[in-house]
């Protein structure tokens, strides 16, 4: 114990009495822990929001689609119908089912005009998409059955009519194509990657598909989109087979290029958006630690230096009596002090940028984990040793003669 404590005396005692050498040579370590901490913190915030993201669309969710078939000698799309929302609707896999019909019209108020996609949705939209009104009252099943003339707006939509992102337009009357509406809520502001929901109109299915257009189809009224809402994100895939199975039959789809539906599975995009996020996070952790490598070779090279200038210094020691391990531990003790201080001082910096890019991209949260601290502190100590262990090792087997005779 007593040979430690005088080898990091000695340790310290070095470091202090060159100061500005020590600083500069934890500048590298001080860097490349910093980068580690911020890009790893990024890489990790990013996988979260992409992870949020899917959640808040509803991540045991399947979108079905009608597709041009690949087959040359089947051209025809059979059309998903509200037909299709009742067969499928009970299924073992699947809890609901919302439809969506679309059309293409201009909103028109007291002089101001907006083109944009009109949608015409049933009652259990806002549940199934988990996308609820800010202002006012969703469609009601009342309001379908009776094929209402109701509309909600989406915030862009308020925005470009109004001028005013907190204007409540609840109640008042406006035009869409030639028809009156009056709108009866405000939608709230989502980031959608796969809708442009803030620009969207809302109204009952069943006005869209009778009032605006003429929808009617084989045994009842044509949509365009089917959001399925599973059981549980375990339950996606099952749910995703009943209706392949289902949508085959109804279609009476015989090969694989005749398929005119595509289903997109909610759960299955966040497994791939996940793997990405997180090859992301580790390919930022690499390019970080090539700094910590640039750092421990600089800490190599310092010592070395130090290693020659107190060379007689070393021979004088073991002429007094310290033996090999003594000078080791001493050099060693030195090397990683270095690395520790760098080390705390980058996790601190790091912590800082985590913290301030909060700050500046609201929607991103970066925090320093803990296991990401321990990383930083363990590779840091390492880099210590390692990179140390040469200059120890060369310092503790110099010939005492030969150093004090060292010029």
Do not use: C
């Amino acid at each position: 114990m007593s040979t430690l404590l005088e080898g990091l005396r000695i340790a310290l005692t070095s470091i202090v009495a060159n100061r500005t050498r020590a600083a500069l040579t934890t500048l590298g370590i001080i860097i490349g822990v910093a980068a580690v901490i911020s890009l790893v913190s990024l890489g990790r915030g990013v996988e979260k929001f992409v992870k949020d993201q899917f959640n808040s669309l509803g991540a045991n969710m399947l979108i079905v689609v009608s597709q041009e078939p690949e087959s040359d000698t089947r051209t025809r799309i059979e059309p998903l119908t509200t037909s299709d929302v009742e067969n499928l609707t009970g299924a073992e896999s699947i809890e609901q089912i919302a439809a969506q019909y679309n059309i293409s019209g201009v909103i028109s108020d007291d002089g101001e005009h907006m083109r944009t996609t009109v949608r015409g949705v049933s009652a259990n939209y806002m549940e199934v998409r988990n996308w609820e009104p800010t202002i006012g009252e969703f469609i009601s099943p009342q309001d379908v059955a009776t094929t209402q003339r109701v509309v909600l707006l989406g915030p862009d939509v308020v925005e470009e009519l109004y001028d005013d992102t907190t204007f409540d337009p609840t109640g008042r009357v406006v035009r869409i194509n030639d028809l009156t509406f009056t709108v009866i809520g405000v939608m709230e502001k989502r980031d959608d990657p796969f809708n442009n929901d803030n620009g969207a109109l809302l109204i009952p299915i069943s006005t869209g598909q009778t009032r605006m257009a003429t929808a009617r189809t084989r045994g009842g009224y044509e949509v365009h989109q089917l959001y399925v809402q599973a059981i549980s994100e375990e339950a996606t895939y099952a749910a995703e087979e009943e209706m392949e199975a289902y949508f085959i039959a109804a279609h009476d789809i015989e090969t694989e290029d005749e398929r005119d539906f595509d289903i997109t599975n909610m759960g299955e995009q966040l497994e791939i958006a996940g793997t990405i996020t997180a090859l992301l996070t580790v390919f930022l952790g690499i390019i970080a630690g090539v700094s910590l490598l640039v750092g421990g070779i600089g800490i190599m090279n310092i010592m070395l230096v130090t290693v020659t200038e107190r060379t007689k210094e070393i021979g004088l020691r073991k002429a007094l009596g310290a033996r090999p391990r003594d000078i080791l531990i001493q050099f060693l003790f030195e090397s990683v002090i270095l690395s520790l201080v760098g080390g705390a001082i980058g996790i601190l910096i790091g912590w800082g940028v985590a913290i301030l890019g909060t700050q500046q991209v609201a929607a991103l949260t970066l925090t320093v984990d803990l296991d990401a601290i321990l990383l930083a502190t363990i590779v840091s100590t390492g880099i210590g040793l390692i990179f140390g262990l040469f200059p120890a090792n060369r310092a503790a087997r110099m010939n005492p003669i030969d150093a004090l005779n060292f010029e």
